[in-house]
C-alpha cells in the first residue's frame, strides 16, 4: 500500500494505542452483553419434549449461540459507532489524517474482534461449567458437552473471522450513513428491504448463506478475507474525502 | 521561510464564498493576530490550514503542502479551539499523557504546570468541564504540544478576564522559550495586541490587510472639530469612520498626511488623536461608514 | 424468523450498553477486565479438569446395529401377535406375568377411572375351562430417542375381583436431560453437524417399542370392555 505513508502508520500506531485506551469502554460492554446472554442462555434454554408411550423425555438444550449471536450484534454495533462524527473528531484533536484514523480503527476493530471471539467461547465454557455445576450429573449427555481444545481454538479462530466480517460490514454501513442525514434513514430501510425479499423469496438470506454454509474452514477464511478487504476499502475511500466537520 | 502560503485561496459553501480570493504568507515563528467580525471566515481559513476543510479553489501551502489529509502537515500543528473532543473515558491527567505520545516536543513540565496552576482536576472529565475550563485546557494542551505551527480559533471562549490574562502572559513566555508559528484568532485584537507582531484582518472573505503591530498603530487618524475646518484636507483620504457630536464632527482617516500638511491640521484647529488598533479594525471591516449610529439617526 | 423478532430488541439492549459504558474509568475498567477474564479462564482450567467418565453411563445411546434383533422385532410383533406365536419372536421379553382366578362368565375388562390402555391388548381362548387367566406382559426393546427405558417403565398392575379386571398402566416415567448443542461458529466446520443433537439417529423414527397385554382365557368366558379399552381376542376379529 504505497499510498500510505511510513507516518501515516506511525500516525495511526500511536492513534490505535490511544483509542485502546480511550474506548476501553468498549470492551466493558462486551463484557456485560455477554453476561446477559449468559444469564439468558443459562435461564431460558431450549426445551423439547418427546411423550410415547408411557415415556416422556424432556431435553434441555443449552448452547453458546446467544452468546456469540450477542457478540455479533455488539461487534456490528461498535464498529458502526467508530465512524460516527464524535468518534471522528476525537482523532483530529491530534495529530491525524483520514487515512491514519481509519488505520487505527482497522487495528482497533481487529483486536476487538479477537477479544470477542476468545471471551464468547471461553463463556461458552463458562455456561457448560455453571450447568454442570447446577444440573445432577446424571442428566447431563456427554455428547457435546465437552468441548475439546481443538474444538476450541476452531471456535474461537471461526468466530474471529465472522466478527471481523461483521465488524467491517458495520464499518462500511456507518461510513455510508455519514455521507448524508437522509442515508441514516435510506440505508436500514433498503437492507430490511433485502432481508425480506431474501426471507421471501428464497427463505433464506442468500449472502449470508454464502458463509454460514462454507464447512472449508480454508475456504470460509478466504470468503471472509477477501469480503472484509472489500468493506473496509470502500469505507476508506468513502471517509477520505470528507472533510473535518469539528 | 514562509510557513504558509496562499494565493486566491477561495472556499464556497453553496452559493456563499466563506473564503475568497484570499492572498497571503505567514511567515516562520510569527505571531500572528487573525482578525475579523464573526463570519469573516476566520474558522474556515484556520481549518483550511490546519487539513480539516479541503479548499473549493486558489493555492494554499503549509509547510509547503497542501495541508488537506496530509500526515506531514498534520503532525506539525496543532488546532485548538473550544471544539477539541476527547473521549468520554479519559480523564484530564490521561487526556495528557495521550497528547504527550503525538508531540514529540511535548513539554510535561508546562503541561502538568498549567493544570495545577489552573487548579484543574487532574482526574475531572474533559465533559463536565464548563466553557471557560475547557477552553483552559485545551489552550494547556496547545501551548504544551510546542508544535511548530499552532493555530488558536478563538481560544479565550469563556475564559474569565484574569484567566485570559495568564493566557496570553504563558503564551508569550513560552513562545520565548520555544519560538514558533503562531496563529490566533480573535475578534478583540486589544487583549492581544502587545502579544502579536502582525495582524491579518478578514472582513467577508477577504483579506483586508496584513500588517506588523507596530504599523496598525499608526494606521489610521481621527480628526475632530467642526465640520468645515478640515473640508479643506479630506478630500482625496479614505474616510473610515464618522460621528456628528452635536456641532463636532469626529472622522477616521488613513494616516498618509505629510507632515507639512499635519502641521497645518494642527494650526487649523482641528485636534488630531491616535485610533486604537482595536477600533481600526472595527471601523475597516464595518459595512457602513457611520456605524450602528447610522440606523438610529435615519430612524429618527 | 423468531430470532429475527428478538433482533432489534437486543442490539436495542446492548447499544445501551455500549453507550452506558464509554464513560468508564480506567479503575473500574481493571477490576471488570481482570474479574470477566479471571472468571473466564478459570471456567475453562475447570471443564477441563472434569473427567469424561463422570457423565451418566445409563444415558448411552443404543446404535442401529446394537438395535437390529429389536428393529426385527418391531417388524415381526403384530404378524407373530395374531399368529399366536408372539413369545417366540427374538427381541420379545417377558416384563411380568400373572394368573388370575375367575369365578364368574362374564369378565369386564376396565382400567382406571375412565383412563385408556396406552398397550395392545389381545386375549386367546384356552381349550379348557379352569377358571384361571394367564396374563403375560410382551414387551420389545422400549426406545427413545436411542435411550432404552424398558428397564424403567414399571409394570402394569393387575386386579380381579368379582368379575372385573382392571389393568392400571404404571405411571409415566419421565426423564429428563440436559445437553450442548455445539457451538454454531464450530459445528460449521466439523463432519457431522453437532447442532442436532440426535442427529446421529439412523432409526426409523424417534422412538421405537412395542408391547402387548397377552391373556389367556377360559373357553367359554364372556368378556366385555369399558369404553376406551380395546381387546382383541384371536380368531374373533370383527
Redesign the interface.
Known amino acids: 500500500m504505497s499510498f500510505i505513508?511510513v507516518?501515516?502508520w506511525k500516525?495511526a500506531k500511536?492513534q490505535f494505542?490511544?483509542k485502546l485506551?480511550?474506548?476501553?469502554?468498549f470492551f466493558i460492554s462486551l463484557f456485560i452483553a455477554q453476561f446477559v446472554a449468559l444469564v439468558f442462555s443459562y435461564g431460558g434454554g431450549m426445551h423439547t419434549s418427546i411423550s410415547v408411550d408411557l415415556v416422556s423425555l424432556t431435553v434441555s438444550f443449552y448452547s453458546g449461540d446467544m452468546l456469540f449471536g450477542f457478540t455479533l450484534i455488539w461487534a456490528f454495533i461498535v464498529a458502526a459507532k467508530l465512524t460516527s462524527e464524535?468518534y471522528r473528531?476525537?482523532d483530529?484533536?491530534?495529530?491525524?489524517?483520514?487515512?491514519?484514523s481509519n488505520l487505527s480503527n482497522i487495528a482497533l476493530i481487529a483486536t476487538l474482534s479477537f477479544v470477542g471471539s476468545v471471551t464468547s467461547l471461553m463463556a461458552g465454557v463458562l455456561l457448560r461449567v455453571i450447568v454442570y455445576f447446577t444440573t445432577d450429573i446424571g442428566m447431563i449427555y456427554g455428547k457435546n458437552y465437552l468441548l475439546s481444545p481443538p474444538e476450541l481454538l476452531t471456535g474461537i479462530y471461526a468466530a474471529f473471522l465472522y466478527l471481523a466480517l461483521v465488524c467491517a460490514a458495520g464499518y462500511l454501513i456507518g461510513a455510508v450513513v455519514q455521507m448524508h442525514k437522509v442515508l441514516i434513514v435510506l440505508v436500514p430501510a433498503v437492507l430490511f428491504g433485502l432481508v425480506s425479499y431474501e426471507l421471501t423469496k428464497f427463505g433464506t438470506i442468500r449472502w449470508v448463506e454464502y458463509f454460514t454454509s462454507e464447512g472449508s474452514l480454508l475456504m470460509f477464511t478466504l470468503k471472509v478475507i477477501s469480503a472484509v478487504l472489500i468493506f473496509f476499502a470502500g469505507a476508506l475511500v468513502l471517509s477520505?474525502?470528507l472533510?473535518?466537520?469539528? | 521561510m514562509n510557513v504558509i502560503e496562499c494565493s486566491g485561496l477561495t472556499k464556497v459553501y453553496g452559493s456563499r464564498k466563506a473564503v475568497n480570493d484570499l492572498s497571503f504568507t505567514i511567515a516562520e515563528n510569527k505571531i500572528t493576530g487573525l482578525i475579523g467580525r464573526n463570519g469573516a471566515g476566520k474558522t474556515t481559513l484556520l481549518?483550511i490550514i490546519a487539513?480539516?476543510?479541503?479548499k473549493s479553489a486558489g493555492k494554499i501551502t503549509v509547510f509547503s503542502k497542501n495541508p488537506f489529509?496530509?500526515?506531514?502537515v498534520?503532525?506539525k500543528l496543532?488546532?485548538v479551539?473550544d471544539?477539541?473532543?476527547?473521549?468520554?473515558?479519559?480523564?484530564l491527567s490521561?487526556i495528557l499523557s495521550?497528547?504527550a505520545?503525538?508531540?514529540p516536543h511535548w513539554n510535561k513540565r508546562i503541561a502538568d504546570g498549567l493544570l495545577n496552576y489552573f487548579q484543574l482536576e487532574p482526574k475531572e472529565?474533559h465533559q463536565y468541564l464548563s466553557k471557560g475550563m475547557a477552553s483552559t485546557f485545551n489552550m494547556i494542551?496547545g501551548l504544551a504540544s510546542r508544535c511548530p505551527l499552532t493555530i488558536y480559533d478563538e481560544p479565550t471562549t469563556g475564559m474569565d478576564a484574569a484567566v485570559r490574562k495568564d493566557f496570553y502572559r504563558a503564551l508569550l513566555k513560552d513562545y520565548i522559550e520555544q519560538p514558533r508559528t503562531i496563529i490566533l484568532s480573535s475578534h478583540l485584537l486589544n487583549e492581544i495586541e502587545d502579544l502579536l507582531e502582525d495582524v491579518l484582518l478578514l472582513r467577508g472573505g477577504s483579506k483586508e490587510l496584513q500588517l506588523p503591530i507596530a504599523e496598525l498603530k499608526h494606521y489610521a487618524v481621527g480628526l475632530s472639530g467642526r465640520e468645515e475646518a478640515f473640508a479643506e484636507f479630506i478630500n482625496d483620504v479614505d474616510i473610515l469612520h464618522q460621528k456628528q457630536m452635536g456641532n463636532v464632527k469626529y472622522i477616521v482617516v488613513r494616516n498618509n498626511f505629510s507632515e507639512s500638511l499635519q502641521k497645518r491640521i494642527g494650526m487649523s484647529g482641528v485636534e488630531m488623536t491616535p485610533v486604537a488598533t482595536d477600533d481600526v479594525c472595527v471601523y475597516l471591516t464595518a459595512g457602513n461608514k457611520g456605524g450602528i449610529d447610522d440606523v438610529f439617526h435615519r430612524s429618527e | 424468523m423468531v430470532s429475527l423478532f428478538f433482533l432489534p430488541i437486543v442490539a436495542l439492549i446492548i447499544f445501551a450498553i455500549v453507550f452506558l459504558t464509554?464513560?468508564?474509568?480506567?479503575k473500574g475498567?481493571r477490576y471488570f477486565f481482570l474479574g470477566y477474564t479471571a472468571v473466564l479462564c478459570l471456567a475453562v482450567a475447570v471443564h477441563y479438569a472434569i473427567p469424561e467418565k463422570n457423565f451418566n453411563s445409563d444415558l448411552k445411546r443404543l446404535t442401529y446395529s446394537e438395535s437390529e434383533v429389536d428393529l426385527n422385532a418391531m417388524d415381526e410383533f403384530y404378524d407373530a401377535l395374531y399368529e399366536g406365536r408372539i413369545a417366540d419372536v427374538e427381541g420379545v421379553y417377558v416384563k411380568s406375568q400373572w394368573s388370575l382366578e375367575v369365578e364368574e362368565n362374564l369378565l369386564q375388562v376396565v382400567s382406571r377411572d375412565s383412563e385408556g390402555i396406552p398397550s395392545t391388548i389381545v386375549a386367546e381362548r384356552k381349550e379348557t375351562n379352569d377358571g384361571v387367566i394367564e396374563v403375560t406382559h410382551y414387551t420389545t426393546k422400549r426406545v427413545v430417542e436411542g435411550f432404552d427405558f424398558t428397564e424403567q417403565i414399571q409394570p402394569y398392575e393387575m386386579e380381579l375381583a368379582d368379575g372385573v379386571l382392571k389393568i392400571l398402566p404404571p405411571e409415566e416415567y419421565r426423564m429428563r436431560i440436559v445437553a450442548f448443542q455445539t457451538d454454531f461458529e464450530i459445528s460449521q466446520f466439523q463432519e457431522g453437524d453437532g447442532r442436532e443433537l440426535f442427529d446421529d439417529m439412523d432409526f426409523p423414527s424417534y422412538g421405537f417399542g412395542e408391547e402387548v397385554i397377552y391373556m389367556k382365557i377360559p373357553q367359554h368366558l364372556q368378556v366385555e370392555t369399558a369404553p376406551g379399552v380395546y381387546l382383541d381376542i384371536l380368531g374373533e376379529e370383527e
Open positions: 505513508e507516518n501515516e500516525a500511536k494505542f490511544y485506551t480511550a474506548y476501553k469502554g464524535n473528531n476525537n483530529f484533536s491530534f495529530v491525524s489524517t483520514r487515512i491514519s477520505n474525502r472533510e473535518v466537520r469539528r | 481549518k487539513g480539516y476543510y479541503r489529509n496530509n500526515i506531514q498534520a503532525e496543532i488546532f479551539d471544539r477539541m473532543s476527547f473521549p468520554p473515558a479519559l480523564a490521561e495521550s497528547a505520545a503525538f508531540y472529565k494542551i | 464509554k464513560k468508564i474509568t480506567s475498567f
